[in-house]
């Protein structure tokens, strides 16, 4: 059996900055990838992720805080600009929130840890950006250090950090197909091929912790939403940030967007329909197909509000979100204590995290070396279902 002394299960953005943390260390590390590097079969397919510190929790926004260094670190290994820092507009009905927070609870947070933001009318919104249409009664609120996250050159950094670190073992194509942890300290990782041993395991599986949890008897209950994506092309010169809208009726109508940039289909924006198009319990039952439905709704706020833009779809694609249903915003902990080595063993799933990546490897690396760190995960416990 190889021997390792930490292994990590996911070669997804969480378990490539796992490993870029452990990389320092100088533990000799295994990563193994089930697909390749950088694949499109997880969570992080396409190009693009929003960073904003707008949250209606205030240890959420603190998060986001506390990931802004370990990104200006993660900045100084590649010339690729990571977070292009546009600034983030939520606008919409304030009585209106969603998974993700509402305008008015966020503003509070904002305030309350002193995040400067200016708040804006219906008709400020329409003066400052290229938005038509707004109903008078929304309101409005941009936050300068939002911005446009390229997760392609985020993980592309990660992964050559890991590459050129001689202690880091990358190996893609290889699924784990079985996990043991022994009464004497030993964790027993085996895929097809090999067999791996090690003391220390962290887990990013994403969308497949289920299938990850089932070794040790666990599972958990989470949603995966299989969600649509789109580009609209650009038919005059605009400028936007990073936005979301909250409107009624919330399950057909809250959107996001972005800025155009020359690393996601120049001359296109994306824009996207904050809504499932279907929830599944196992990502072997996504479709890959985007839904007409939710891109239909797509369609119809772009012609009636972004005038700028073509409002035919171009460009669509699909991604897996994993969301805690009990309203966890993460799912950051050890394994239960009736699994023999739990401390050890680390996992990392669900929620809107690309914002987090360099942060939450921090953390999953901190926990595996030393069983402490020195963040609040306290909120991101899971609710373990033993099977
Ligand atoms: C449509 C959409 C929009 C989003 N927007 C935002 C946003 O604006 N802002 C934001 O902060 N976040 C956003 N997110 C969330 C963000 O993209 C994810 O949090 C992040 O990409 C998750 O990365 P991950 O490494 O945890 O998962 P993944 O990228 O899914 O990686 C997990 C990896 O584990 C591998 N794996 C699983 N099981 C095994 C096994 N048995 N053996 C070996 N390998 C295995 C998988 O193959 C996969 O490559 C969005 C997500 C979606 C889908």
Partial sequence: MKKFDVIVIGGGPMGLAASAELAKSGRSTLLLEQYQFLNQKGSSAGLSRQFRLQYAQKYMAQLALDAIPYWDELQENTSKLLIDNVGSLWFGDPEISSQEGGIQAAMKVMSELDIPYSKLTAGQIEEQFPFKNIPENYIGFF??????????????????????????????????????????????????????????????????????????????????????????????????????????????????????????????????????????????????????????????????????????????????????????????????????????????????????????GKIMAELALTGQTSYDISQFKIDYNTN
């Avoid at 940039?261 to 198009?277: L, N």
């Fill in 143 to 360: 936050q300068k250090d939002g911005g446009i996250i390229n997760l392609q050159a985020t993980q592309e950094a990660l992964y050559n950090i890991c590459r050129n670190a001689s202690n880091v073992d990358l190996c893609d194509r290889t699924a784990v197909t079985n996990i043991e942890s022994l009464e004497t300290g030993e964790i027993i990782v085996s895929t097809a091929g090999e067999t791996y041993v090690s003391e220390k395991l962290v887990i990013t599986p994403g969308a497949f912790i289920n299938d990850i949890l089932r070794f040790f008897g666990l599972s958990v209950n989470i949603d995966i939403w299989e969600m649509s994506s789109a580009y609209y092309r650009k038919k005059e010169e605009i400028k936007f940030p990073t936005w979301f809208v909250f409107q009624k009726p919330q399950n057909t109508s809250l959107f996001y967007g972005f800025p155009e940039e020359d690393w996601a289909h120049p001359g296109y924006i994306r824009v996207a329909p904050d809504i499932p198009d279907r929830i599944i319990q196992d990502p072997s039952q996504r479709t890959n197909i985007p839904s007409t439905k939710s891109l239909g709704f797509n369609e119809e706020w772009v012609k009636n509000h972004m005038e700028g833009l073509n409002p035919q779809s171009e460009f669509t694609s699909t991604c897996l979100i994993t969301l805690s249903n009990n309203n966890k915003e993460l799912l950051l902990d050890t394994l239960p204590d009736t699994i023999p080595n739990n401390r050890n063993i680390i996992i990392y799933s669900a929620g809107w995290a690309a914002k987090f990546i360099p942060l939450i």
